[in-house]
């Protein structure tokens, strides 16, 4: 993929256009070869390690994905991991799915759950899990204690629609800003991120559930390679 002239980013919520004329906002619609080469050239690229034309920002990057393409995105995303890894740049993947069933089954509370799921409301459910997974006390300490153990140069962060609604993809980002801040991190988003300047910068979960509101990220198919 050409490399932009100028910024790197789109300005004033326009589109930008490669070199070769292809156009910035069109890069997530492409066939996947097109855009695993793409995340390819840009997160192995100096720049996006080095964190490197971000202002005052923190690397985060969403890399979103229709919801009907998830198991395409996924053996792309092991494609690129191993990729990735043979050129030196070493990933930390952590699946906030697992991470939660492993957290669940460590305090005991997994088959709880289980055997009482058909005996309590969707409401009384999303309470019970929201409460034992909280993600400012609970998910992100453990997030944390990973991050500080493991030696790895980009984050990926996966099974953000798994755990929908009981965490918000948002109030993961929101809170895990001062703890993954020293290396990018990418989370692979089954949705869009959009942005434009009536209504700002959304994550929208499957394509039709408005998760909230979330602006300091970046579209990881809006980069420059």
């Known amino acids: 993929m050409t490399k932009l002239s100028g910024t790197n980013f789109g300005e004033n919520g326009k589109a930008v256009r490669y070199r070769d004329g292809t156009n910035k906002a069109d890069i997530a ?8 080469q793409h995340l390819f050239a840009v997160i192995s690229g100096k720049r996006f390690l080095k964190k490197q034309g971000l202002g005052n920002e923190v690397p ?19 494609q690129l991991v191993n990729r990735l890894e043979q050129t030196g740049v070493r990933i930390l993947e952590i699946n906030i799915y697992d991470l939660s069933i492993e957290m669940l089954k460590k305090e005991g ?4 759950i289980i055997e009482n799921e058909t005996k309590m409301t ?6 019970e899990l929201q409460s034992i997974l909280d993600v400012e006390n609970s998910l992100i300490p453990v997030m944390a204690e990973i991050i500080v153990k493991s030696e ?36 692979f988003f089954p949705g869009g991120y959009t942005h434009s300047l009536e209504s700002g910068a959304s994550l929208d979960l499957f394509g039709r559930l408005h998760d909230d509101k979330y602006y300091r ?8 390679a």
């Open 29 to 36: 619609k492409m066939p996947m070869q097109d855009r695993f």
């Open 60 to 78: 985060f990057f969403i890399c979103p994905f229709k919801p009907e393409e998830s198991v395409e995105m996924e053996r792309l995303r092991h």
């Open 109 to 112: 509370d997994f088959e709880w």
């Open 122 to 127: 969707k409401e009384k459910l999303q309470e």
């Open 152 to 187: 790895f140069d980009v984050l990926f962060l996966t099974g953000v629609g798994e755990v929908f609604p009981y965490i918000r993809s948002h109030n993961v980002l929101n809170n895990l800003q001062s703890t993954a801040k020293e290396q990018p991190t990418v989370m």
């Open 217 to 224: 990220a970046f579209n990881i198919f809006q980069c420059e």
